[in-house]
């Protein structure tokens, strides 16, 4: 049976860690930002644009711009549908190819025809704080606030952009096999039984 | 390190015989309808009474009630509420006696000093209606449309319930340890690895 796994995550929850873990553990590939990075070499734009037009909310753009337009949405709004069929198809192409992990991107919703595992990564605000301050030096000179607020704003764009994609609401538990609560835990331990479970969930 | 491990759960998802089966695996005591039946036994009431009362969305009472009287909801929902309390003490004296698992009542609220390791169960609409199928003669003779709205109904009861006696969202990924979607699992597959799970969460 294939093996292919989708991370949905909240932003400092740690999906992107769990997903490295779970690619160790299960020797399977694990893409997150590469996904961008292909993407923005098989197009003329910096893999920076391409970030920033990935999991983006497009209404936003569309809001901006509407004061100048009535008709059509503006430019930001195309190149952001265009990236996000671009990953799609490249997200396509790598579940064709071999068992892997994918981590965003509505990938449960691209690959629904694999019936992949689907995974949603959540955390509480203090475990999003802890974990965003010990990833990068910029967020330990932020305030709590400010960080929580950088959080919000991220998870607000996740959201806009896989229900754009899809009928479902981003992060319902019904939506997924199993949503974990990495609050307060380290990573490294729960991989062992999660591993466990989707051999499980996958026996019958 | 105490195991104290409470289930909140959709109906038709399974939850019970989840609950059930961890006691098996955990040689725990896993409590469910027992405390409506202990609650009513402590009081006049009778079990199927108490169970009507028991998470119960109690504005509903109230709402019907309003037009009779402006100041004071009517005895039902006073009942509710007592209630309500009763199954929150014996809940904490069961807690304070031996490991255990609750089945529903905001255990997880009501038990949060023991830091429990919070569940909960959901499923989609096509294993719900099986499930509800397979465990009573009656469902079987209903239409799946009946067999839904029934679920709605006592899990919007459930919702309302809960956030009574809750600052949180019942069924939000993030105020549960871990949700599993039972839709189209056989639950007793799931139980190893979950126990695996259990004992990893608490290791640290």
Redesign the interface.
């Given at each position: 049976m294939r093996k292919i796994i989708t991370i949905s995550r909240?932003f400092g929850s740690g999906g992107r860690e769990l997903g490295k873990r779970l690619s160790d553990a299960l020797s399977i590939p694990c893409y997150d930002h590469q996904i961008i990075e292909t993407v923005a070499k098989n197009s003329s734009l910096s893999p920076e644009y391409v970030e920033k037009l990935s999991e983006n909310d497009i209404t936003s753009f569309y809001s901006a711009t509407i004061g100048h337009s009535f008709i059509s949405p503006n430019y930001a709004v195309v190149q952001s549908v265009q990236v996000a069929v671009a990953e799609h198809e490249l997200i396509k192409k790598l579940a064709s190819e071999s068992d892997c992990i994918i981590v965003g991107r509505a990938a449960d919703v691209v690959l629904a025809e694999y019936a992949p595992f689907n995974i949603?990564v959540?955390?509480?605000e203090k475990s999003k704080i802890e974990r965003c301050c010990a990833r990068s030096t910029n967020s330990a000179d932020l305030s709590d606030k400010v960080i929580i607020k950088k959080c919000k704003e991220i998870d607000k764009r996740r959201k806009a952009y896989y229900e754009m994609y899809s009928q479902n609401k981003w992060?319902d538990?019904?939506n997924?096999?199993?949503?974990?609560?990495t609050?307060?835990?380290?990573i490294k331990?729960?991989i062992?039984?999660?591993v466990?479970?989707i051999?499980?969930?996958r026996?019958?």
């Amino acid at each position: 049976m294939r093996k292919i796994i989708t991370i949905s995550r909240e932003f400092g929850s740690g999906g992107r860690e769990l997903g490295k873990r779970l690619s160790d553990a299960l020797s399977i590939p694990c893409y997150d930002h590469q996904i961008i990075e292909t993407v923005a070499k098989n197009s003329s734009l910096s893999p920076e644009y391409v970030e920033k037009l990935s999991e983006n909310d497009i209404t936003s753009f569309y809001s901006a711009t509407i004061g100048h337009s009535f008709i059509s949405p503006n430019y930001a709004v195309v190149q952001s549908v265009q990236v996000a069929v671009a990953e799609h198809e490249l997200i396509k192409k790598l579940a064709s190819e071999s068992d892997c992990i994918i981590v965003g991107r509505a990938a449960d919703v691209v690959l629904a025809e694999y019936a992949p595992f689907n995974i949603f990564v959540c955390a509480n605000e203090k475990s999003k704080i802890e974990r965003c301050c010990a990833r990068s030096t910029n967020s330990a000179d932020l305030s709590d606030k400010v960080i929580i607020k950088k959080c919000k704003e991220i998870d607000k764009r996740r959201k806009a952009y896989y229900e754009m994609y899809s009928q479902n609401k981003w992060g319902d538990a019904v939506n997924y096999d199993l949503c974990i609560n990495t609050s307060g835990k380290q990573i490294k331990m729960l991989i062992k039984p999660l591993v466990e479970y989707i051999k499980a969930w996958r026996s019958e």
